[in-house]
C-alpha cells in the first residue's frame, strides 16, 4: 500500500481516540488510548507535514551554542580531575575523593527524567536555559567552598544544572536537522565535550599549580554567559501542540512527584552504602544493611508505582516495552561507568605513583580525551555512511576491554610509551560507543516520546558514572587500608586518607615510601578490573540492540 493511500485511509478513521486531549487527565486516564494517540501523532506529523529546519547560517549559530554549552559541562567534568589531589590535601579529605565526582553525577542521573517531562510540556529553550543557570549557581558554590562537605553540595547543585543541559542539546539539535544528518552533528557537539574534557585536566592543573584550584569553577562564569547570550539568541524551539494549551496546574501533575521523590532517596541511599560499606562502616553493620534495605524498599516501591498507577507513569509503558531501549541503556551505563572511574583515578596514578604536578598530570591523560574525542567524531561520520549505528556499538567494547585489560598492568615504573597508547586505545574504545544509545532513542521512538527516551538514556549514563564510581572508591579505600596494614601493621592506616592523594612523603620516609608506592599503585590497578569488566560487560547491550537504519527512517518520514 503506497504513503498516499495510507494517509488517505487514516484520515477516514473516526478521529475521536486520536486527537489531541483536551485536558491531561484525558491524555492519561487511558494508557491503551493514549499509546493508540501517539502512534496515530506520529504517523500523521510524517505523513502530512513537511518540516522545515533553519537556514544555513542560523544552523551554524545552533551548532555553535550547543557546542559552547557542552564544552561547558564536558569542562566542569575533566578540569577537577587534576585539581582533586591538591583539594583533597587542603580539605584533608582523601576519603571524599569519590564523592567530588559521585556528587555531581547522581543529580545529573536522577533528573533526567524530570527534564524530560519540563522538555515535554514546557520550552525547550527555556527550561535549557533554566538548567544553565542551575550549574552556574553550583560552580559558585564550588568555587567559595570553605570546606569538602560544601565542595560536595556545590557538586550537587552544578549536576542538577547539568542534567538538563544534555538532553537539551540533543533535543535542540533534533529541531534542527533531519535525522538523517545529526550522527554528523551530534559527534561535533560531543567531539566539543572531549575539547572540553581535554582542556579540562590542563586548565585544572594550571590554576592548581599556579593560583588554586577555586579557579576550576570561578571559570564556568564566563564561559556560561556567552553560552546564555548565544542560546537566547540564536535558538528557537516549538511547543508540542497537543499540550500547548494545558494549564501549569495540569502540567505539573504529570510530572509525578512522589516517584520522583521516591526514586532519588532510593539512589542516595544506593550510593552511601557503596560509599561507607566496608571503608568507613563494615558492611554488617545495621547502618549499611538500613540503607540498602530501604534501597530496595524504595525501588520496589518506585518499580511497583509505573506498572500499576497508569496516571503516575514517570516512563510511558511503550517506551520500556522496547528491546533496544533496555539494550541501550546497559551499553550508556557501562560504558559511562568505565569513562567517569577511568578520567578519575588516572591523574591519582600519575599524581601519587609517577609524581607529577596537577599540570603534568593533566597532559598525561590526554591520550585518552584524544582518543575519545576522535573516535567519537569518526563513528558519527561512520553512522551517516553507512545507516546503521550498531558497528559502532559493537566496536566500542572490544577495543575499549582491551585498552582497560592493558592498564591494569600499570606498575611504578610503566613507561611512557605503554601509558600513552594503553590510554589511547581505551578512549577510542569508549568513544566509538558513548553517543550511540541517543541515536537508538531518536530512531526508534515516535517524536512525542524522544525527550523521554533521551532523558532515559541520560539517566543510564549518569547513574552508571555515580554508582561505579563510588564502587571504584570503595575497592580503592578497602584495599589501600588493607594492604598498608599487611605491609606496615603499627601504622595508623586512617592517616592516609587524612593528608591526601600527594601527601604519602609526609608520612614515610624514602626508604619506607619505596616500599608503600608499589603498594598504592596496586589498589589504583585494581580499580581499573572494574573499568575492564565494565568495557565488556557493554556487549551485551551492543547484541541486544535492533538494527535500524537511520536512513530509512528518514525517507519514510
Known sequence: ????????????????????????????????????????????????????????????????????????????????????????????????????????????????????????????????????????????????????????VGRAI?????????????????????????????????????????????????????????????????????????VTVCVETPLDSSTRSWTLAEKIKQFDIPGMAIITASLICLILALQWGGAIYPWSDGR???????????????????????????????????????SAAIFASCSSGSMFIAITYLPVYFQAIKDASALASGSMVTPLILGFLIMTMVSGMITTVVG????????SPIFSSIGAGLITTFTVHTGSSEWIGYQALLGFGIGFGL??????????????????????????????GAIFVAVAQNVFQNN?????????????TETIFDVGATGLSSLFDTQQLGQVLPIYCKTITRIFYIVAGLCAASIIGALGTEWVSVKKIHKKA
Open 1 to 152: 500500500m503506497s504513503t498516499t493511500s495510507s494517509a488517505a485511509e487514516f484520515s477516514k478513521k473516526e478521529s475521536t481516540s486520536f486527537e489531541p486531549p483536551s485536558t491531561p487527565h484525558e491524555n492519561f486516564s487511558d494508557p491503551i488510548i493514549q499509546s493508540n494517540y501517539e502512534i496515530a501523532k506520529h504517523e500523521t506529523s510524517t505523513i502530512h507535514s513537511t518540516k522545515t529546519y533553519p537556514g544555513a547560517f542560523k544552523f551554524s549559530l545552533i551548532i555553535l551554542s550547543l557546542c559552547l554549552s557542552l564544552f561547558l559541562a564536558g569542562l566542569d567534568q575533566t578540569v577537577i580531575t587534576t585539581a582533586v589531589p591538591k583539594i583533597t590535601d587542603d580539605f584533608h579529605a582523601l576519603q571524599d575523593i569519590g564523592w567530588y565526582t559521585a556528587a555531581y553525577l547522581l543529580t545529573t542521573a536522577v533528573f533526567q527524567l524530570v527534564y524530560g517531562k519540563f522538555f515535554t510540556f514546557f520550552s525547550i529553550k527555556l527550561v535549557f536555559l533554566a538548567a544553565l543557570c542551575i550549574f552556574e549557581l553550583g560552580s559558585v558554590v564550588c568555587a567559595t567552598a570553605p570546606h569538602s562537605t560544601a565542595l560536595i
Open 158 to 230: 552544578a549536576g542538577l544544572g547539568a542534567a538538563g543541559l544534555f538532553p537539551g542539546s540533543v533535543l535542540i539539535l533534533m529541531h534542527s536537522c533531519p535525522l538523517e544528518k545529526r550522527p554528523t552533528f551530534l559527534g561535533l557537539i560531543n567531539a566539543m565535550f572531549g575539547v572540553a574534557s581535554i582542556a579540562g585536566p590542563f586548565i585544572g592543573g594550571a590554576f592548581t599549580d599556579r593560583a588554586t584550584w577555586r579557579w576550576c569553577f570561578w571559570i564556568n562564569l564566563p564561559l556560561g554567559g556567552i553560552t546564555l547570550a548565544v
Open 288 to 326: 549499611i544493611i538500613a540503607l540498602l534495605v530501604v534501597f530496595g524498599a524504595l525501588l520496589l516501591t518506585f518499580i511497583a508505582s509505573q506498572i500499576f498507577l497508569f496516571n503516575s507513569r514517570t516512563i510511558p509503558s511503550r517506551i520500556l516495552r522496547h528491546r533496544s531501549i533496555w
Open 388 to 395: 546503521y549505528y550498531n558497528p559502532s556499538m559493537i566496536a
Open 435 to 464: 553517543q550511540q544509545p541517543l541515536l537508538v532513542v531518536q530512531t526508534i521512538l515516535p517524536e512525542p516520546e524522544v525527550p523521554v527516551g533521551v532523558a532515559l538514556m541520560n539517566l543510564f549514563q549518569m547513574l552508571g
Open 480 to 492: 589501600l587500608k588493607s594492604d598498608i596494614h599487611g605491609r606496615f601493621p603499627s601504622f595508623n
